[in-house]
């Protein structure tokens, strides 16, 4: 649909970057209009994570090419793999319900999605615009404290722009994690998780708690309903959103309209500009969201919405700091295992753990902890409340001395 488009102004995020001295040279694969969770939506074809990948390669040289590979996870892959590999120092991405963190996750990488409104949506191509927020993949804590730095703030073209004055986040090399009071849900331990993550969550947990951090288990009791939730919410903001796509404005429109008429153009032009996972999110949010249907769907899922965020602020007030997690059920799974289930069950599956953030429109952190039987990355996530970015960020770098992840080194040539 925007192949060729070009658009007409520069997101701000970016606007930050540059005039802060970044060197912006790219844009990344992704999952078209952020609708996956492995990076294989992309009218550009698949992106290939870099961790497991020689594992696969048939031949040599130019000739070379893989019989298999491992996902980088979705919607983000491409910025995730830009930076595992060491292209560039930093990505951005966007996270709607983990589009950052699970990317992340699965190619070894520090991926933050802020607190919404910390960072201005002006020039982010909107999926679901109460929940969408633009991510950071880096590799250290460090440098994902570099940029949101940068890039933070507020912006009077994005409405949703949070306009107070946050000073800048600082990594402390004295933060003591002693008496910081930290949760772990019960709900995020599910049905289908690999072994291997619950008992690296359980060993990082131990070591928090040996590291003075206050550490024990604690309930959201509608997380289990944040994917059905989601499901319903998205797909309404999605036909929303997608209806300014209609071949008159701008992006694609057919040359060759079936029916001789304003409805033939854009019933042409959407089927041929959309794929079939957006083709089918426009339809299943218009279903939702008829007459007859709206109070029984999209009503309902806002109530959840509301109690889900509600089950998050009893958490802070309760006196927690941060909540630990798992980001997701496994590490990188084969393309060939992936496809195995299709686009929207794999969404159910992929987004369990973080979701629920986004719901919320708070901070969440995905944190590399270590390589799994197979030398996969391993990794977990930290999640806060609203503007709490900085306690975030310097208990995810203690936690980054601690385990000290084993991140890929380029081989001189």
Known sequence: MLQNFIPPYTARVVEKLIGAGAIVFGKTNMDEFGMGCGTL????????NVWGLEEY??????????????IPGGSSGGSAVAVASGICFAALGSDTGGSTRNPASYCGL??????????????????VNSMDVPGILT??????????NVVKGFDENDSTSFEGNLPPVQISPHFSLKGVRIGIPDEFSCPGMDPEVIQCWKDTSDILEKSGACVSPMSLPHTKYSIACYGVLNPCEVA????RYDGLRYGHRTPHPKLNSTQGLYAQ????????????????GNYFLLKENYDKYFMQALKIRRLISMDFEKVWHSGFDLLFTPVTLSAAPTYSDFIQLDNRTQTSVQD??????NMAGIPALSLPIK????????SLQLIGPMFSEPKLLNVAKCIERIVDFPQLKSIPR
């Open 41 to 48: 939506e992309s009218i550009f074809g698949p992106t290939k």
């Open 57 to 70: 390669r048939i031949g040599g040289g130019e000739l070379s090419s893989f019989s298999d590979w491992r």
């Open 110 to 127: 520090i991926g933050l999605k802020p607190t919404y409104g910390l960072l201005s949506r002006h020039g982010l191509i909107p999926l």
């Open 139 to 148: 590799r250290t804590v460090d440098d994902c404290a570099t940029i949101l």
């Open 240 to 243: 929303s959103n997608m209806a």
């Open 269 to 284: 032009t959407r089927h041929e500009g959309f794929n079939h996972v957006v083709r089918g999110r426009i339809l299943a």
């Open 352 to 357: 369990y753990c973080t979701q629920s953030a």
């Open 371 to 378: 390589l799994n039987s197979k030398g996969l990355p391993l």
